[in-house]
């Protein structure tokens, strides 16, 4: 090794070249390499980290002169929400439109169910399970439940079906639509292996198709069935990946849902493979769009309720949801940034605790973690390890929860009521304008300061 | 329209030319005592009969059934006297089904519990993703049987198709007849005293006089139980 200290300069033949490719950048390198030195895929958490069209594309147009707007402090805006209307005898009230969406026990700890239940019963709205069946926990403190029905069907049974408010089927995940769940070996907690009849610490893969039914012609009797084991009492949700999902909706609503659930491609997991969650699926932006046309085309607008997910993080997300159509959102990442995700410190009767040093010996850091999949979560969120998990007390996770669903809420009236709406669900599309024509594009919405929505009216 | 029924002293008959699918399921998830036994009428192979029941009553369809007969059942007995559409006994989780005839696919489908009989041919996947339900098959089964069962026990009297056991958990298969391929991890193992207790013990349930000498074990040979990447997995 030369002993020179001029590292950019080569005598010889001038500057040293540091010109990057495109193309090979230093990720694709380093993706290649991993690939190469491990012969198996990459999986991680959380969701799609690549730019795509999303919500903070879009603008409202606040009234004016040629709207009326109401005073933010005095004037009632109603954040009320009614969800499975359609057959259910007993359909689904809210205080808000914004739920908690599903997430597994096994993917999260029973203290974050717990903490997840709590919170949205104080603030009136639904949590719903996951791939992994109903807790005693969550079932007790959640007022309004949501049971997944999932192709693995882990500790799905009928009293938990009854117990329930509402079922939701999942057809598939925003994250990774077509695939099904994955659950690795450390996670597989000898609670969580008895819940999914698995033998601990196995890295569990689910199924990606509903073992008893194939197609929509048989998801209309599957949920036919659902109806007659509840006796008609409670709605049923159809969740989908957004992929084609004009189609899809459409087919859900055919089938008999009164709920359809669309998942976009930001969508968290808990475990996935790389090359999934980045480049399967479209983005929620777009799927709003084609879910909403598709409710509109078949007139069932209003009857059949449409739920968002995947990458919502603020109330101003759910506005613009709200606007373009949705009747409700369903939240899973910001949740659980809420709870501690990727914070530096973790509470222990009331004192923060640094986290720093479990980041590192995971390889990450605060702010870059996405490493649900090993179970060793720093502020204990993703976890089953039984002392990490300690490190979210019910109690302050369902504090912040609460919090930051408070403050959702309270941005989402104040934008309705600048928006000169009584009700959040009168938020709409005219109240929207695009900032660049991708997403004009894939919502439909004109760019800012035209009226042109690229692809309509034939330009 | 439930109190009429009631009055036909000892047996409840229920008559599906006449009424109502949603009347007899709300009368089976009703207030059962001091009832015994339960007669459907012509099913016609209406779907989701007898679904959801919670309560030791049996309930005897005259005919055939279309998809999910006594789908999540606990507790029940309910016999199909004729043939039996997809996803039979579903997610069961106690109590006892039989098939007279043959049923289709995705009979037993991700049971947990209780024993399912079936005296013909089950179609494709049948027991998949089971959960620690036993299910008997009288004559054989289609392609793709048991795929991923986690828990539980098949007893397959005849022959099976294609990928039997495919991707198997802690489930173990009996067949006596012959197996077209089996899925991947799955491995033919030797029959122990157990596993012939086992089968004896099933083909009595199910009323079935074959020999267990005569079956084969199948079980997981647990290379898929890991990720690794020297096993040659094609996932």
Known sequence: ?459 | MVSSVKAVKGAVVFDLASQPLRDLNQFLHGDLQGIKGVTVENPDGAHSIAVGMNAAVQVDINGHAGYYAAGMNQHASVVVHGNAGPGCAENMMSGRVEVKGFASGGAGASAHGGLLVIQGDAGLRCGISLKGGNIVVGGDVGSFSAFMAQAGTMVICGDAGDGLGDSLYEAVLYVRGEVKSLGADARFEPMGDTDIATVKQLLADAGLSHKASEFKRIASAKTLYHWNADSKQTY
């Open chain 1, 1 to 459: 090794m030369s002993t020179k200290s001029t590292p950019d300069a080569n005598p010889s033949q001038g500057p040293l070249s540091r010109e990057e490719s495109a193309g090979f950048n230093s990720q694709v390198i380093s993706y290649i390499q991993r690939a190469a030195a491990t012969g198996l895929y990459e999986i991680r958490g959380l969701g799609a980290k690549r730019h795509l069209p999303h919500f903070d594309d879009l603008l409202f147009l606040g009234a004016s002169l040629s709207r009326y707007a109401l005073e933010g402090y005095r004037e009632k805006c109603s954040s009320k929400t009614i969800l499975g209307t359609r057959f259910a005898k007993k359909p689904i009230e809210l205080e808000i439109p914004i739920t908690v969406a599903g997430m597994s026990f096994g993917a999260l700890s029973a203290n974050v169910k717990e903490a997840l239940g709590r919170a949205a019963t104080e603030m009136g709205t639904s949590t719903t399970t996951g791939d992994g069946g109903m807790t005693a926990e969550e079932r007790q403190s959640s007022k309004t439940l949501v049971y997944q029905c999932l192709p693995s069907r882990y500790g799905f049974n009928p009293d938990d079906v009854r117990r329930a408010d509402a079922i939701e089927i999942v057809i598939g995940q925003g994250a990774k639509p077509g695939g099904g769940g994955m659950l690795l070996g450390q996670k597989v907690s000898p609670r969580v292996a008895k819940m999914r009849t698995l033998p601990a610490g196995v890295d569990q893969r689910s199924a990606c198709r509903h073992p008893d039914w194939t197609g929509p012609d048989d998801l209309a009797i599957k949920i036919k069935e659902l109806r007659e084991i509840t006796d008609w009492e409670k709605p049923i949700y159809v969740k989908v990946g957004a992929t084609r999902v004009f189609h899809d909706v459409k087919l859900a609503v055919h089938a008999g849902a009164d709920v359809v659930v669309v998942d976009g491609m930001q969508g968290g997991t808990a475990a996935t493979q790389v090359a999934f969650i980045e480049h399967v699926g479209i983005p929620t932006l777009a799927a709003v769009r084609q879910a909403v046309d598709a409710l509109e085309d078949m007139n069932m607008k209003d009857q059949v309720q449409l739920i968002v997910s995947g990458g919502i993080r603020s109330g101003a997300d759910v506005a613009k949801a709200l606007a373009m159509g949705a009747d409700a959102v369903a939240i899973g990442q910001g949740i659980l940034i809420a709870l501690g995700c990727n914070s530096e410190s973790y509470v222990q009767k009331g004192s923060h605790l640094s986290a720093l040093a479990d980041y590192h010996k995971i390889g990450t850091a605060p702010g870059f973690c996405h490493h649900c999949q090993t179970g060793k979560c720093p502020v204990g969120v993703t976890t089953q390890d039984a002392i990490l998990e300690q490190r979210l007390e019910p109690l302050v996770g369902a504090q912040r929860v609460r919090n930051y669903l408070k403050t959702m809420n309270m941005e989402l009236t104040m934008i309705a009521r600048a928006c000169g709406k009584q009700d959040v669900h009168h938020l709409e599309r005219e109240d929207l304008v695009a900032v660049t024509v991708e997403a004009a594009a894939m919502a439909g919405i004109p760019l800012a300061g035209t009226s042109w929505v690229p692809g309509r009216h034939g330009y």
